[in-house]
């Protein structure tokens, strides 16, 4: 099992940044795949970047070139790091990992990207 606690959302302007954190309550050595979703309003919930355990990263085609994501395994954290930020950005974003065969999600954090 893993608790996942996120924060770092909030209100910004539109080509603004924000960093959001995902704070893990056990070691993430061992965990393949660290992932970042979001959901806006009346939207399925999408996959908005992944990194594995060996550091490879993946990105929706949206937000190619303005995210990034990262991992810090001695501190169990999780990072994206949102540049660029379009009001189609906005969102709750989940933090998430599957650890054999169960999906764990965070609580979410709000993304608005607003004028």
């Known amino acids: 099992q893993v608790q996942l606690v996120e924060s770092g959302g909030g209100l910004v302007q539109p080509g603004g940044s924000l960093r959001l954190s995902c704070a893990a309550s056990?070691?993430?050595?061992?965990?393949?795949?660290m992932n970042w979703y979001r959901q806006a309003p009346g939207k399925q919930r999408e996959l908005v970047a992944a990194i594995t355990i060996i550091g490879s990263t993946h990105y929706a085609d949206s937000v190619k070139g303005r995210f990034t994501i990262s991992r810090d395994n001695a501190r169990n954290m999780v990072y994206l790091q949102m540049n660029s930020l379009k009001p189609e950005d906005t969102a709750v974003y989940y933090c998430n990992v599957n650890i054999e065969g169960k999906d764990y999600w965070g609580q979410g954090t709000q993304v608005t990207v607003s004028s």
């Open positions: 056990r070691s993430i050595f061992s965990i393949y795949s």
